[in-house]
């Protein structure tokens, strides 16, 4: 459970006479500062270091059986409060994280009928901003329907953006991050989120947290939006497009948070927790049970895969080699794909369950099992997650929901507090971005929701840059289930879509992924015989998939970045590289005082010829050092480091 080390909570009431209040509020150090008016309608503003951010930006709504909501407003009290406490998440980036705000809520009355109530809260941290409003309670519990939430963001300049534009509310999330200016959203896009902005001297992501209850956001231009501006667009809901319909909510009730993130250099905004800080602690009482880590895969879209009970074995053979606890099976374990006869309770003929996790129980592994979403739905879904518990399955990976609105985020919530009763973990594909609800739920231990490795398979669209970027945008707003790890790279002279799969980049840069990319569930993407005596399969012996500490060493967005990740004593640094030769100095002065053993991958003159080539070094390294890379195109490094006894 969260451990709370420090509090300061202080309440300010004030009354305010003047409906066209001026309200201001800092961040703790003073770097941040938001104003709040209701002088002509509901707005913010944002400054970060006496930069002007976000100007004057409105907030409203529109009702289905109700006037609009968001001007003609009167300022009844200003709730002020100071947080600062220190919390222990399951799913660790960091050993522990401190949450660090001054927050505000304006209690606020419509001045005409129906003289509705609405509460506007800011939490201002020293990296961020996040507002949201709180319906309170009133007008005896009647049912109201948003058809929709104009929260603005006008920014104070045509900055450059990376902005995925998924084209519809109905979407897998699975886009690239495209770079380009504000002024170049239209109207048609559909933006999703994080995105990702780089004013003059700070970078900037909007996106949402604790997503409960509600629809998700989407960002849109319209006429209203100013110059450089993009406005909230509300995930509709399924076939209710005529009526509008996009959340329905009984009072009292609130919107998620409107995150604003902010930092000097883009790996600020990587290392930020403001997303999990804007969730609720942990209701699982005793979450000791939820225990991710690295798993094999069966199934990377390789043609040489059969959902077969050698197929399976072989897989758990590789969990246990490479020292993973999990082995996962994925689809047509139930039957075929997508049919009505098919039964998540029930085997296909060919497989021999209990035979399958008695072998995975002898080489001291556990095995999780995918699900396709509408299988979930015409089934008793606890029925069948007792029956998992009873098996011995330690997670479930649920696909192809594609949607985000209301109904879907409810049922999201339903499926992982279900799983929880059950100590099943669960892993989301076809999945919207995370919200930060993992650290009240921490039995969501990842989600797709991004452009991944399995499109390797058909397309040329991971590329180098692609990876580079993922890091800045999606990563921002939670882990990612890339599923990392094909080991026949190529460089992109030779790359082939086709059977088997290949991965664009060098072997160091696919070391690199599992120590850039965040998912406390990793699975490893490839055959076992393209790993077994290959270079780099020590380092994935190696790896962990939860750490005590994160650091951005550097990086630019879709062109390069170095983390560093510590598990206990040990250290590890992976840099990723896009399409370019590139040389990097990183420093060492992470480390603490003394010696560390370092073994290394790294691209060398012949990975330009051979991208599966990857030149092992081992050394001994202090805190003082200082390494020179020179990486190929798409290539990398990758190394752990271990305190020298």
């Known amino acids: ?55 004057p930006s409105e907030i409203s709504f529109t009702f289905q059986q ?30 522990s994280i401190r949450d660090y705000n001054t927050g505000m809520v304006v209690h606020l009355k419509e001045k005409r009928f129906p003289q509705r109530l609405l509460d506007l809260e800011f939490r201002v941290f020293n990296n961020g901003v996040a507002f949201r409003i709180l319906f309170p309670e009133q007008f005896g519990g009647r049912e109201n329907v948003i058809t929709d939430e104009f929260s603005r963001f006008n920014f104070a300049g045509d900055f450059t953006c990376w902005a995925v534009n998924y084209g519809s509310y109905t979407t897998s999330q699975e886009v690239e991050f495209f770079e380009r200016k504000i002024s170049k959203i239209t109207p048609e896009m559909v933006i999703g989120l994080p995105m990702t902005v780089q004013t003059k001297n700070c970078y900037v992501a909007v996106t949402e947290a ?13 006429a209203k939006t100013g110059e450089f501006g993009l406005r909230t667009a509300l995930s509709p809901r399924k076939g209710q497009a005529e009526n509008g319909a996009k959340v329905y909510f009984k009072t009292p009730h609130q919107t998620p948070w409107r995150v604003i993130m902010l930092g000097e250099t883009p790996g600020d905004l990587v290392e930020s927790e403001i997303v999990q800080n804007l969730n609720e602690p942990c209701e699982i009482e005793d979450p000791s049970w939820i225990k991710p880590g690295l798993s094999a895969w069966d199934h990377w879209w390789s043609g040489e895969v059969k959902m077969e009970q050698p197929v399976i074995l072989e897989y758990i053979d590789l969990a246990s080699s490479m020292g993973w606890p999990y082995m996962l099976i994925d689809w ?20 021999n369950m209990p035979e ?96 991944g490795n399995e499109y390797n398979k058909w397309s040329l669209r991971v590329t180098p840059e692609h990876l580079c970027t993922l890091p800045f945008t999606r990563m921002l707003a939670g882990p990612m289930d890339f599923t990392p790890g094909g080991f ?21 840069n696919t070391l690199a992924q599992f120590v850039v990319f965040d998912s406390p569930f990793m699975v490893a993407c490839d055959h076992p015989k393209n790993y077994y005596g290959q270079v780099g399969e020590e380092f994935l012996k190696q790896v962990e998939s939860m750490w005590d500490d994160t650091k951005v060493l550097n990086g630019e967005i879709s062109k390069y970045i170095t983390m560093a990740r510590r598990n206990g004593e040990k250290w590890f640094i992976g840099t990723m590289n896009n399409s370019e030769s ?11 005082e003394g010696n560390f053993r370092m073994i290394s991958f790294s691209d ?42």
Not at 70 to 90: A, F
Request: hydrophobic share 40%; glycine share 4%; proline share 5%.
């Open 66 to 95: 109700a006037p609009p909501l968001g001007k003609d407003l009167e300022v009844l009290s200003v709730e002020r409060y100071n947080t600062d406490n220190t919390w222990k998440p399951v799913l660790k980036r960091f050993e």
């Open 210 to 222: 604790a997503l409960v209850d509600y629809a998700g956001m989407y960002l849109k231009t319209d």
């Open 1 to 55: 459970m969260p451990k709370l080390l420090t509090v300061f909570f202080s309440l300010l009431l004030i009354n305010l006479s003047v409906s066209s209040q001026n309200i201001s509020i800092k961040s703790l150090t003073q770097n941040i500062v938001v104003n709040v008016s209701t002088q002509a309608a509901l707005s913010y503003s944002v400054e970060y270091k006496n930069e002007e951010i976000i100007k």
């Open 332 to 351: 047509q374990w139930y039957g075929p794909f997508n049919q009505e006869n098919a039964d998540i309770k029930k085997p296909a003929p060919q497989l």
């Open 488 to 508: 026949l790279n190529r460089n992109p002279d030779k790359f082939l879509n086709g059977t088997p799969a290949n991965v664009l980049g060098t072997r160091s």
């Open 356 to 451: 399958i996790l008695e072998y995975a129980k002898s080489k001291n592994v556990k095995c999780w099992l995918w699900l396709y979403n509408t299988d979930v739905f015409r089934f008793d879904f606890e029925e069948a997650c007792a029956l998992f518990e009873k098996w011995g399955i330690a997670g479930i990976k649920i696909d192809f929901m594609d949607s985000d609105d209301q109904e879907m985020v409810n049922w999201y919530h339903k499926v992982v507090k279900t799983a929880a009763k059950y100590h099943l973990m669960v892993d989301f594909h076809g999945a919207y971005k995370p919200t930060g609800w993992r650290r009240t739920y921490p039995n969501l231990v990842t989600r797709e929701g991004v452009l």
């Open 604 to 645: 060398n003159e012949q990975t330009v010829k051979n991208a599966e080539i990857a030149e092992k070094a081992e050394t001994v390294v202090q805190k003082d050092s200082k390494l020179k890379l020179k990486m190929a195109p798409g290539g990398g490094f990758a190394a752990w480091l271990e305190p020298v006894q």
């Open 582 to 592: 590139r040389e990097l100095e990183i420093s060492l002065n992470f480390l603490p």
